[in-house]
């Protein structure tokens, strides 16, 4: 339908009311427009309704012009704003956007964004525990476009943690954040141009090696020391690394030390050779990072040397020259001094072997043992994870065989990493026999009590539920992670499980740990190996969670594992809880709100608890009362 009548019929009222409507009657131009609305008035009662208002308007005998004026141009703009259209010549395409990472929008209602809008776009305190939590009960609403763009935003945030949450998850989302990334990206920029570089390098690696280029050009001391630190992706920008080693100082000279410690070929061996002679334990410390046969043997060598050094008697000359008592005791006091300082030397200097195997490496290992018998196994751990090298393998069994349990761990984990999962049950599940429990024999350090035997070594394995899988971890408990762990590719023997729930010392009152959310070392172990979708173990769990409030005491994480384990029996917690009078008043509040029974059934426990107590003199009790009181009043546990 040609609309163009209406469209010169809305021109003429307009023109018609910015002219003034005493002048109507004389606008032959809004006349012959009134004419020309005929043919569509006849078509459709919309326009047949105009014409007519549009009529009455030019009559000499309308009395209410201004109005009848308004009516009418109020209803021509209604409808063409229905009737209105875009369009132009050509083929559809696809939209090309570069700020698109997946979702341009996701249907989430105001309520749901705003609180994380405003925790993105404020400065004030608790802006954390708001995404954190968001990201837990709600990720989908970060998949919305709009959402993106404020988590770029936030890596400039002055609250460090909060930029360093926004930048993992930012990292999770693979390289379709790159664009969203490298869009707007001043070289000028501070900590949030700094953070975008560093997303993108743990994202594409030397994908990207263009961009560290053009951002380690020129620009502020924060982008630039980002970017050359990402030119260690790069086997191709060694010269580039060496000549910026002679121009620069400070943090961007040491992170082009750091680039350099990753570079490979002649120049760079001969750079660091050089370097190693002048300060040793300088370049050794950059050299941690590489696992380059040449780097294993720079260390080596100087390893060597220190350990003649060590070994041959420090100060034994002096000592013999001295030619008084006096003069004698302050030259044994001086190589007492130069023999620590050499150890603290030598110290730091074997901690740059991890992950290392060269066959010159390897030999240092039988040296250090002699001197730093602790530190060996747990630098061997570490390289087995880092790297599971075929020699570092090796290495581990032939130092298990030539001093036994010390080494147990790592044949253990050499085992896991590549054998299969049932021949690693198979050859290591005796050690968690109850014999092994307390028992004078297995290890050389303690007693081979659970903490210091084969048990603990389950601390460093954890099962990836978002994952599906199994893994290792150079570190323990809550801080392990996957940034610093290997995947246990051959699986992890479900046999395992029984031995675990069932072990001996699993409640035991000396491996209580303040810090830890079950308040028990090996409580932690065990939730870390939870499988919910093996269902066969969700009533031992229950059981083995159950089973340790009454030793250890309840805690509210240790209520949520029996929630996911599908308990039901949560009667006595709450009142164990308070007869053990260990935990401040706050906890038991928290313990209340999570526990899964009736407003009367905490009533009862909290009754029976201050019945029991209420000839002792002790703090909260009274605050005890008022909940117990208000619980059975009808307030709900979260408003206590």
């Known amino acids: 339908m040609n609309l163009g009548a209406v469209y010169e019929l809305r021109e003429r009222l307009e023109t018609a009311a910015i002219a003034g409507v005493n002048l109507i009657s004389e606008d032959f131009r809004l006349k012959r427009a009134v004419q020309q609305m005929e043919p569509l008035g006849k078509a459709s009662p919309v326009f047949r309704k105009i014409e007519l208002m549009a ?41 090309d956007t570069p700020a698109s990472d997946g979702n341009i929008y996701y249907p989430a209602s105001y309520s749901k964004l705003a609180p994380v809008l405003e925790a993105f776009r404020s400065t004030g305190s608790g802006r954390y525990a708001i995404v954190e939590n968001a990201y837990e009960t709600m990720p989908e609403i970060f998949e919305d476009y709009r959402m993106v763009y404020w ?19 930012l990292e999770q989302r693979g390289e379709k954040v790159i664009p969203l990334l490298k869009q707007n990206f001043d070289r000028e920029g501070k900590r949030e141009m700094a953070r975008r570089i560093s997303v993108i390098e743990k994202i594409a690696g030397s994908k990207e090696n263009e961009f560290y ?32 080693y002679k121009a620069e100082k400070g943090k961007l000279k040491e992170a082009v030390l750091t680039s350099l410690a990753y570079m490979d070929g002649e120049e760079a061996e001969k750079f660091w050779q050089t370097a190693m002679k002048k ?35 420090i100060g034994k000359d002096e000592i013999k020259e001295a030619q008084t008592k006096e003069e004698e005791e302050k030259a044994r006091a001086k190589a007492r001094e130069k023999k620590a300082e050499a150890r603290k030397i030598l110290e730091s200097l074997w901690r740059r072997a991890e992950g290392k195997h060269s066959d010159k490496i390897c030999r240092c290992y039988e040296k250090i043992y002699r001197i730093f018998p602790k530190q060996v196994p747990e630098v061997l751990i570490h390289s087995l994870i880092q790297e599971n090298h075929p020699s570092i393998c090796r ?16 044949v253990f984990l050499v085992s896991l990493l590549n054998n299969p999962a049932e021949q690693t049950y ?10 092994n429990y307390v028992e004078e024999e297995p290890l050389k350090e303690g007693k081979g009590k659970m903490l210091r035997g084969f048990a603990q070594y389950f601390a460093r394995i954890f099962y990836d539920e978002n994952d599906g899988g199994y893994w290792v971890s150079r570190e323990e408990f809550q801080v392990r992670g996957r940034a610093k762990a290997r ?27 303040t810090y830890s959310a079950y308040r028990s070392f090996y409580d932690e172990i065990v939730a870390g190996l939870y499988r919910p979708d093996v269902e066969s173990l969700q009533r031992p769990y229950g059981e083995f969670f159950y089973e340790a409030m009454t030793p250890l005491l309840p805690t ?70 008022k909940w117990r009181d208000g619980l059975r009043s009808g307030i709900s546990a979260d408003k206590l």
Request: charged share 30%; proline share 2%.
């Open 55 to 95: 009529k009455k308007l030019v009559e000499p005998e309308c009395e209410d012009r201004a109005g009848v004026l308004l009516d009418t141009l109020g209803l021509v703009d209604a409808v063409l704003c229905t009737q209105g259209s875009t369009q132009t010549e050509g083929e559809i395409e696809d939209l």
């Open 151 to 169: 988590m770029v935003k936030a890596l400039g945030d002055v609250y460090a943690e909060l930029a360093d949450l926004v930048a993992n998850k």
């Open 213 to 244: 280029r053009f951002a380690a050009e020129a620009g502020s001391k924060e982008v630039r020391e980002a970017a050359i630190g990402a030119l260690r992706h790069d086997m191709s920008n060694l010269p580039l690394l060496l000549d910026l």
């Open 279 to 313: 300060k040793p334990l300088e370049a050794s410390g950059y050299l941690q990072y590489s696992v380059k046969d040449w780097a294993s043997d720079l260390i080596a060598d100087e390893l060597d040397r220190q350990i003649e050094d060590y070994v041959s008697g």
């Open 395 to 410: 290495l581990a069994e032939e130092m298990y065989q030539a001093h036994g349990n010390d080494f147990l761990e790592s």
């Open 426 to 435: 198979d050859e290591f599940s005796r050690w968690m026999a109850p014999e």
């Open 487 to 513: 995947k246990i590719e051959a699986g992890f023997d479900l046999r395992w499980y029984s031995l675990l729930l069932k072990y001996p010392g699993r409640h035991d009152r000396g491996h209580r740990d």
């Open 556 to 625: 509210t994480e240790g209520v949520r594992m029996l929630k996911r384990c599908g308990w039901t029996d949560y009667r006595g917690i709450l009142k164990n809880c308070i007869r053990k009078n260990s935990y401040a008043t706050y906890v038991i509040r928290q313990l209340i709100q999570e526990l899964p029974l009736t407003n009367e059934e905490l009533a009862d426990e909290l009754d029976e608890a201050i019945q029991e107590n209420k000839h002792r003199a002790i703090n909260g009790i009274g605050l005890w009362e």
